[in-house]
Protein backbone atom coordinates (compact mmCIF):
# COMPACT_ATOMS: atom_id res chain seq x y z
CA UNK A 1 0.00 0.00 0.00
CA UNK A 2 1.26 3.31 -1.00
CA UNK A 3 1.59 6.40 1.56
CA UNK A 4 -0.81 9.21 0.81
CA UNK A 5 0.18 12.55 2.15
CA UNK A 6 -3.05 14.84 3.66
CA UNK A 7 -2.52 18.47 4.38
CA UNK A 8 -4.25 20.72 6.52
CA UNK A 9 -3.78 24.16 5.67
CA UNK A 10 -4.48 26.81 8.25
CA UNK A 11 -4.66 30.63 7.80
CA UNK A 12 -3.64 32.10 4.78
CA UNK A 13 -3.48 28.34 2.78
CA UNK A 14 -6.82 27.59 0.83
CA UNK A 15 -5.80 25.31 -1.83
CA UNK A 16 -2.61 23.85 -3.62
CA UNK A 17 -1.87 24.33 -6.90
CA UNK A 18 -0.65 22.10 -9.43
CA UNK A 19 -2.06 19.08 -8.82
CA UNK A 20 -2.47 16.30 -11.31
CA UNK A 21 -6.26 15.20 -11.67
CA UNK A 22 -7.28 17.59 -8.85
CA UNK A 23 -10.96 17.25 -7.56
CA UNK A 24 -12.61 18.56 -4.67
CA UNK A 25 -14.14 15.54 -2.71
CA UNK A 26 -17.25 15.94 -0.54
CA UNK A 27 -16.81 13.58 2.10
CA UNK A 28 -19.46 12.44 5.39
CA UNK A 29 -18.23 10.55 8.57
CA UNK A 30 -19.70 9.53 11.41
CA UNK A 31 -18.81 13.07 13.31
CA UNK A 32 -20.37 14.93 10.33
CA UNK A 33 -18.77 16.85 7.30
CA UNK A 34 -15.49 18.03 7.56
CA UNK A 35 -14.45 22.26 7.25
CA UNK A 36 -14.81 21.65 3.57
CA UNK A 37 -14.51 19.54 0.46
CA UNK A 38 -11.03 17.59 0.53
CA UNK A 39 -8.93 18.59 -3.16
CA UNK A 40 -7.48 15.63 -3.92
CA UNK A 41 -5.17 14.45 -6.70
CA UNK A 42 -1.59 13.64 -7.55
CA UNK A 43 2.00 15.10 -6.94
CA UNK A 44 5.23 13.63 -8.79
CA UNK A 45 3.30 10.32 -8.21
CA UNK A 46 2.06 10.55 -4.83
CA UNK A 47 -1.42 11.00 -4.14
CA UNK A 48 -2.21 14.35 -2.25
CA UNK A 49 -4.89 15.21 0.02
CA UNK A 50 -5.67 18.93 0.95
CA UNK A 51 -7.97 20.39 3.45
CA UNK A 52 -8.83 24.25 4.43
CA UNK A 53 -9.17 24.01 7.55
CA UNK A 54 -11.39 27.01 8.58
CA UNK A 55 -12.94 26.53 4.97
CA UNK A 56 -12.35 28.16 1.65
CA UNK A 57 -13.32 32.13 2.67
CA UNK A 58 -11.82 31.35 6.43
CA UNK A 59 -15.84 31.16 7.73
CA UNK A 60 -14.92 28.91 10.56
CA UNK A 61 -13.32 29.84 13.65
CA UNK A 62 -10.97 27.67 15.83
CA UNK A 63 -13.50 26.64 18.24
CA UNK A 64 -15.94 25.68 15.17
CA UNK A 65 -13.73 23.84 13.09
CA UNK A 66 -14.93 20.09 13.01
CA UNK A 67 -12.13 18.77 14.05
CA UNK A 68 -13.12 14.82 14.68
CA UNK A 69 -14.63 15.11 11.42
CA UNK A 70 -11.29 16.49 9.46
CA UNK A 71 -9.35 13.77 10.66
CA UNK A 72 -12.13 11.06 10.30
CA UNK A 73 -12.22 12.17 6.58
CA UNK A 74 -8.48 12.03 6.12
CA UNK A 75 -8.26 8.33 7.41
CA UNK A 76 -11.63 7.62 5.17
CA UNK A 77 -9.76 8.68 1.90
CA UNK A 78 -6.28 7.06 2.84
CA UNK A 79 -4.47 9.22 4.00
CA UNK A 80 -1.64 7.99 6.07
CA UNK A 81 0.78 10.99 6.82
CA UNK A 82 -0.47 14.23 8.09
CA UNK A 83 1.24 17.62 7.38
CA UNK A 84 -0.49 20.20 9.70
CA UNK A 85 0.30 23.88 8.56
CA UNK A 86 -0.57 26.64 10.92
CA UNK A 87 -0.12 30.31 11.68
CA UNK A 88 1.19 31.24 15.02
CA UNK A 89 2.47 34.19 17.30
CA UNK A 90 6.32 33.84 18.42
CA UNK A 91 7.69 33.74 21.92
CA UNK A 92 11.02 33.50 20.75
CA UNK A 93 13.16 36.43 19.49
CA UNK A 94 15.11 34.12 17.24
CA UNK A 95 11.83 32.43 16.01
CA UNK A 96 10.93 35.57 13.88
CA UNK A 97 7.97 36.31 11.43
CA UNK A 98 7.81 34.49 7.93
CA UNK A 99 10.15 31.57 9.77
CA UNK A 100 9.13 27.91 10.31
CA UNK A 101 8.80 26.28 13.53
CA UNK A 102 8.63 21.88 12.98
CA UNK A 103 6.73 21.86 16.23
CA UNK A 104 7.12 18.48 18.74
CA UNK A 105 5.09 19.24 21.36
CA UNK A 106 2.03 20.78 22.74
CA UNK A 107 0.52 22.83 26.15
CA UNK A 108 -3.36 22.37 25.58
CA UNK A 109 -5.54 25.21 27.11
CA UNK A 110 -8.47 24.75 24.78
CA UNK A 111 -11.92 23.85 26.91
CA UNK A 112 -14.79 23.67 24.64
CA UNK A 113 -13.74 21.28 21.73
CA UNK A 114 -14.35 17.58 21.68
CA UNK A 115 -10.97 16.47 22.07
CA UNK A 116 -11.30 12.21 21.62
CA UNK A 117 -13.43 10.18 19.46
CA UNK A 118 -13.75 7.73 21.94
CA UNK A 119 -16.05 7.82 25.04
CA UNK A 120 -18.73 6.08 27.22
CA UNK A 121 -19.38 2.86 25.36
CA UNK A 122 -15.56 2.22 24.37
CA UNK A 123 -13.05 4.10 26.39
CA UNK A 124 -9.28 4.11 25.17
CA UNK A 125 -6.39 6.02 26.30
CA UNK A 126 -3.71 6.59 23.73
CA UNK A 127 -0.13 7.82 24.57
CA UNK A 128 0.96 11.94 23.74
CA UNK A 129 4.58 11.62 25.70
CA UNK A 130 5.52 12.67 21.86
CA UNK A 131 2.81 13.64 20.13
CA UNK A 132 4.57 14.20 16.61
CA UNK A 133 5.72 11.68 14.07
CA UNK A 134 9.67 12.35 14.17
CA UNK A 135 9.82 10.70 10.34
CA UNK A 136 7.32 13.41 9.41
CA UNK A 137 9.13 16.25 10.99
CA UNK A 138 12.24 15.17 9.04
CA UNK A 139 10.31 15.48 5.91
CA UNK A 140 8.94 18.88 6.75
CA UNK A 141 12.11 20.02 8.16
CA UNK A 142 13.77 19.27 4.66
CA UNK A 143 10.85 20.63 2.27
CA UNK A 144 10.53 23.86 4.12
CA UNK A 145 14.53 24.53 3.65
CA UNK A 146 13.95 23.62 0.42
CA UNK A 147 11.35 26.09 -0.13
CA UNK A 148 13.97 28.80 1.13
CA UNK A 149 11.90 28.99 4.76
CA UNK A 150 14.02 29.45 7.69
CA UNK A 151 13.28 26.73 9.97
CA UNK A 152 13.56 25.68 13.70
CA UNK A 153 13.47 21.98 14.10
CA UNK A 154 11.25 21.42 17.64
CA UNK A 155 9.07 24.05 19.52
CA UNK A 156 6.09 23.99 21.81
CA UNK A 157 2.82 24.91 20.67
CA UNK A 158 0.85 26.45 23.08
CA UNK A 159 -2.91 26.37 21.51
CA UNK A 160 -5.78 28.88 23.36
CA UNK A 161 -9.28 28.80 22.87
CA UNK A 162 -9.18 32.16 21.18
CA UNK A 163 -11.02 33.56 18.78
CA UNK A 164 -9.13 36.69 20.81
CA UNK A 165 -5.54 36.98 20.95
CA UNK A 166 -3.68 36.54 24.23
CA UNK A 167 -3.58 39.46 26.95
CA UNK A 168 -0.25 40.72 27.64
CA UNK A 169 -0.40 39.06 31.01
CA UNK A 170 -1.15 35.61 29.30
CA UNK A 171 1.22 35.98 26.58
CA UNK A 172 4.37 36.64 29.56
CA UNK A 173 3.19 33.90 31.75
CA UNK A 174 3.40 31.60 28.49
CA UNK A 175 6.86 32.58 27.22
CA UNK A 176 8.40 33.15 30.55
CA UNK A 177 6.72 30.55 32.95
CA UNK A 178 5.67 27.83 31.14
CA UNK A 179 8.04 27.91 27.96
CA UNK A 180 5.94 27.68 25.06
CA UNK A 181 7.30 28.66 21.93
CA UNK A 182 4.81 29.80 19.84
CA UNK A 183 0.73 30.09 20.16
CA UNK A 184 -1.80 29.26 18.28
CA UNK A 185 -5.61 28.53 18.39
CA UNK A 186 -6.15 25.30 16.12
CA UNK A 187 -3.70 22.31 16.34
CA UNK A 188 -5.52 21.03 19.67
CA UNK A 189 -7.17 19.03 19.81
CA UNK A 190 -6.32 18.35 16.29
CA UNK A 191 -2.86 16.10 16.85
CA UNK A 192 -4.79 14.17 19.76
CA UNK A 193 -7.31 12.68 17.14
CA UNK A 194 -4.95 12.42 14.84
CA UNK A 195 -2.83 9.96 17.18
CA UNK A 196 -6.40 8.36 17.95
CA UNK A 197 -6.83 7.47 14.36
CA UNK A 198 -3.56 6.43 13.95
CA UNK A 199 -1.84 8.40 11.69
CA UNK A 200 1.28 10.24 11.60
CA UNK A 201 1.21 13.73 12.37
CA UNK A 202 3.38 16.91 12.76
CA UNK A 203 3.13 20.60 12.72
CA UNK A 204 4.75 23.12 10.37
CA UNK A 205 4.03 26.66 12.37
CA UNK A 206 4.76 29.36 10.70
CA UNK A 207 5.13 32.70 12.30
CA UNK A 208 3.30 35.59 11.86
CA UNK A 209 4.00 37.63 14.51
CA UNK A 210 5.19 38.24 18.67
CA UNK A 211 2.39 37.93 20.30
CA UNK A 212 1.99 40.48 22.30
CA UNK A 213 4.94 40.28 24.92
CA UNK A 214 7.55 42.11 22.72
CA UNK A 215 8.38 45.38 23.85
CA UNK A 216 9.03 46.69 20.54
CA UNK A 217 6.36 44.97 18.41
CA UNK A 218 3.41 45.61 20.47
CA UNK A 219 0.00 44.31 20.58
CA UNK A 220 -1.08 41.82 17.66
CA UNK A 221 -2.82 43.35 14.72
CA UNK A 222 -4.63 41.09 11.94
CA UNK A 223 -3.42 43.27 9.30
CA UNK A 224 0.06 42.42 10.32
CA UNK A 225 -0.87 38.47 10.37
CA UNK A 226 -2.77 38.36 7.24
CA UNK A 227 -0.01 40.63 5.56
CA UNK A 228 2.90 37.85 6.76
CA UNK A 229 0.80 35.19 6.31
CA UNK A 230 0.45 35.55 2.66
CA UNK A 231 4.10 35.56 2.21
CA UNK A 232 4.16 32.48 4.20
CA UNK A 233 1.37 30.25 1.97
CA UNK A 234 4.28 31.12 -0.74
CA UNK A 235 6.51 29.12 1.34
CA UNK A 236 4.27 26.65 2.44
CA UNK A 237 3.01 25.65 -0.97
CA UNK A 238 6.83 25.52 -2.01
CA UNK A 239 7.23 23.00 0.81
CA UNK A 240 4.43 20.63 -0.39
CA UNK A 241 5.34 20.90 -3.99
CA UNK A 242 8.62 19.35 -2.31
CA UNK A 243 7.21 16.82 0.34
CA UNK A 244 6.03 13.94 -2.48
CA UNK A 245 9.69 13.31 -3.21
CA UNK A 246 10.87 12.73 0.49
CA UNK A 247 7.62 10.80 1.83
CA UNK A 248 7.60 8.39 -1.91
CA UNK A 249 7.52 4.66 -1.50
CA UNK A 250 5.77 1.97 -0.17
CA UNK A 251 3.95 1.87 3.17
CA UNK A 252 5.77 0.65 6.41
CA UNK A 253 5.53 0.98 9.76
CA UNK A 254 6.43 4.18 11.73
CA UNK A 255 9.47 4.02 13.11
CA UNK A 256 8.05 5.64 16.32
CA UNK A 257 4.35 3.66 16.47
CA UNK A 258 2.11 6.37 15.27
CA UNK A 259 0.48 3.84 13.31
CA UNK A 260 0.08 1.09 16.14
CA UNK A 261 -1.31 3.75 18.77
CA UNK A 262 -4.29 2.02 19.37
CA UNK A 263 -2.44 -1.56 20.10
CA UNK A 264 -2.99 -1.79 23.50
CA UNK A 265 -5.56 1.66 24.14
CA UNK A 266 -8.59 0.37 23.99
CA UNK A 267 -9.63 -0.57 27.11
CA UNK A 268 -13.50 -1.53 26.99
CA UNK A 269 -13.83 -5.39 27.08
CA UNK A 270 -15.62 -6.59 23.88
CA UNK A 271 -18.85 -8.01 25.93
CA UNK A 272 -18.99 -4.33 27.32
CA UNK A 273 -18.59 -2.30 24.57
CA UNK A 274 -21.82 0.01 23.07
CA UNK A 275 -22.09 -1.40 19.40
CA UNK A 276 -23.72 1.94 18.12
CA UNK A 277 -20.40 3.38 19.40
CA UNK A 278 -17.71 0.45 17.59
CA UNK A 279 -19.59 1.15 14.79
CA UNK A 280 -18.94 4.98 14.89
CA UNK A 281 -14.85 4.30 15.51
CA UNK A 282 -14.53 2.13 12.61
CA UNK A 283 -14.08 4.96 10.30
CA UNK A 284 -10.41 5.72 12.36
CA UNK A 285 -10.10 2.56 14.57
CA UNK A 286 -11.26 -0.59 12.12
CA UNK A 287 -8.04 -2.36 12.77
CA UNK A 288 -8.51 -2.85 16.20
CA UNK A 289 -12.01 -3.65 16.17
Same mark, same amino acid.
Given at each position: ???????????G???????????????????????????T?????????????????????? *?????????? +? !? /?? !????????V????????? $??????????????????????????????????????? +?? !???? *?? +???? *?????????????????P????????????????????? $??????????????L???T?? $????????????????????L???????? /?????I??????????? +????????????????T??? *?????????? /????????
Open positions: MARMIGVIGGSLYEVEGLEGAAWREVETPWGAPSDAILGRLDGVDIAFLPRHGRGHPLDP *ASIPYRANIA +A !L /KT !LGVTDVISSAVGSFREA $MAPGDFVVVDQFIDRTATRAASFFGPGCVAHVSLAHPTC +AR !LADA *AE +AAAS *AAGATVHRGGTYLAMEGQFSTLAESRMYREVWGADVIG $MTNMPEARLAREAECYVVA $MVTDYDSWHPDHGEVEITQIATAGANAD /KARAMRALPGLLSGPE +APCPGGCDRALEHAILAPA *ARDPQMVDRL /KTIAGRVL
